[in-house]
């Protein structure tokens, strides 16, 4: 009988689990996601950088241009 109520309760709590994983799914992401604006603005001001540092012979920073 007690190894039924561990088995019992594994399975409560496998099940669950697998719920809470689900609706995380499809309820999406649950922090807040940057607006596409932002992300464009960050990108064009970073590449503004790069090149600006191009042309006046500073080194550009690896990691900072690409994604």
């Given at each position: ?15 669950l ?26 990108k ?20 900072k241009?690409?994604?």
């Amino acid at each position: 009988m007690k190894k039924s109520k561990f088995g019992t309760i594994g399975i409560i709590l496998g099940a669950l689990a697998l719920v809470l994983a689900l609706v995380h799914f499809w309820s999406g992401p649950f922090s807040p996601q940057p607006t596409l604006e932002t992300t464009i603005a960050e990108k064009a001001a970073s590449i503004r950088n790069a090149t600006v540092n191009a042309l006046t012979g500073k080194e550009i920073e690896k990691g900072k241009l690409c994604c």
